[in-house]
């Protein structure tokens, strides 16, 4: 009888306190890091060697191990979320993780953009912030090589980066780097990372469904005239997407998950750690920061609606990069019930690098669950660290 008092106790005080105090439950981003770049919005974390002897993970216990890798490790989230997706909670932190088994890590952290900030365009991304982030990175680690790490959209700037950093001969191509090799990348992960956008996941049918508004817009306004009349600056601004329009448009691409997930809550309100565990893990998809509208056009007219990446080739800025060119040993990774980006979407990469080394992995999840739910520990973390120690002496 007293348990069961205690249970109820426990219920009703957990669905109290997450409403009027969510900021108790709430656990992202807590691991040390240090800022070792800036630039605007844009800054670069350093996570130095755990102190810890053993971390628990899932409460698993793993212990942290005395070897160091050489290359090290740069996490790239994509716009939307926050960088904290890869410190999600102190037990289920992929940053963690990734020191424990000895890898050097460093996060590269896009900031909350604001609708003034709806002009950043793709190439600030690929062509102005990664390579400076990469070459803080190396000064910071002491090493010309790297390997990239890049989920959903932030694999495709990882990519990006990688195909035109590998252009042989095309000067104005050239990522400036106080490095002479060529491309610093040489290994590169992509994770859920949408190729081919016009296949039958939630960014194919967005795609489609965005293809006639698109090439109306571009008969209506086309490029050469963009800068008169400030049509530049109203284009940005109309596909500027707040975050709160984009944490309602990420929910509604599976409604029965998000009911059934609340549901499996009410059945476990007295377990702390499961409230815990839910309410961080919906931190990710009901707290996101703005899209850039300049950034959402050059997605939507290069990929959406000419789904350049599955030509093989592609233009970001001036430069213009061809997949081909990539050399750096590729893992391609994909969620097998990811409903926005399908598994068919993700492995279309691997046809079109030039890598001799390429492995594709298919983990357990969705879009969010492949790199945080409560299996990515044991799958895809463990799969990409093992992929990793193996290509990072």
Known sequence: MHFRFTEIFAYINHAVTRRLRSEDYIQ?????????????????????????????VDSHSIPVSNESYAIPVVLVPPLGVYSW????????????????????????????????DSNLRLTDYVNNWMPKAITSIQH????????????????????????I???????????????????????????????NFHGKDWVGRFSVFAKGPMKSLRRLIPNRSLK???????????????????????????????IKSYLKLLQHMADKEYVIGYMNLSEWFTHMSD????????????FGVDNRLMQGEFKVGKAKAQLSDIQSRLLVIAGDTDTIVSVDAAKHLLNLVGSTDTTFLEEPGGHAGVLGGKLASTHTWTDCVDWLKTRSS
């Open 228 to 258: 008169f009349f400030g049509a530049e600056k109203l284009r940005n601004r109309l596909f500027h997407v707040r975050g709160k329009t984009l944490s309602m448009a990420f929910r509604a691409t599976d409604p029965i998950g998000s």
């Open 140 to 163: 910071h680690s002491n090493s010309k090589d790297v390997s990239l790490v890049g989920y959903c959209l932030g694999g495709l700037i990882a990519l990006m980066y990688t195909a």
């Open 291 to 302: 899209f850039p509208g300049g950034t959402i056009h050059d997605l939507l007219q290069y």
């Open 85 to 116: 997706v890869f410190d999600l909670l102190v037990e289920r932190s992929f940053v963690r993780f990734l020191l424990a088994h000895g890898f050097k890590v460093y996060v590269i952290d896009w900031g909350s953009p604001r609708p003034q």
């Open 165 to 195: 950093a590998s252009q042989p001969t095309a000067t104005n191509n050239k990522i400036e780097s106080s490095y002479e090799n060529i491309s610093p990348v040489v290994n590169l992960v992509t994770l859920a990372s949408p190729i």
């Open 28 to 56: 992202v981003g807590k691991t040390h890091y240090d800022t070792i770049y800036q630039d605007r919005i844009m800054s670069v974390r350093a996570y130095p060697p755990l102190e810890e002897k053993c971390i628990v």
